[in-house]
């Protein structure tokens, strides 16, 4: 089995929660704090498991010495604009939003909100199709299902 384990600063814990209340059937699993031996101040949170849609994480309360990067994101797979819309406004609240779905939560985390239906059409066997959708994506923040179709079906 692979885990993920995202460091944060302090705010691991406030993390985990936030995720696991964005992503149905999610759950915290553990917490473990430091103890006298450190060397984070003993009884503060050093680790906070959960599972979001059955994937383990870690986050660790590691200090300020690593952020994240936009190297690293999760991609979230949208069935409808309405999962589009909700995973787009929640995830980027108090954060930031940027082109082609991509997003950073308040967190500093990057997310990838995608949906299904974009593979698809990028992956059309017709060139000038998928061509008319990438330049349709490239025009977005928040990827619009209806817009990349319609550029799909142009002729």
Do not use: H
């Not at 944060?8 to 999610?26: K, L, M, R, W």
């Not at 690293?72 to 999962?83: K, L, N, P, R, T």
């Amino acid at each position: 089995m692979l885990t993920t384990c995202l460091w944060f600063d302090t705010n691991g814990e406030e993390a985990a929660q936030f995720y696991v209340s964005v992503f149905p059937g999610s759950k915290i699993t553990g917490t473990t704090r430091y103890g006298p031996a450190g060397p984070g101040l003993e009884g503060q949170v050093m680790t906070v498991s959960f599972e979001l849609a059955g994937q383990p994480f870690v986050a660790l309360n590691g200090g300020p010495q690593f952020t994240f990067s936009e190297a690293i994101s999760f991609q979230v797979a949208c069935e409808s604009q309405d999962e589009v819309d909700g995973y787009w406004e929640t995830l980027s609240a108090g954060g930031e939003q940027g082109p082609c779905g991509w997003l950073k939560d308040r967190f500093g985390l990057s997310w990838q909100i995608v949906p299904t239906a974009l593979p698809r059409l990028l992956g059309s066997p017709d060139v000038a199709t998928a061509q008319r959708v990438m330049e349709a994506m490239l025009q977005m923040g928040k990827l619009d299902i209806a817009a990349l179709e319609r550029a799909a079906s142009q002729t």
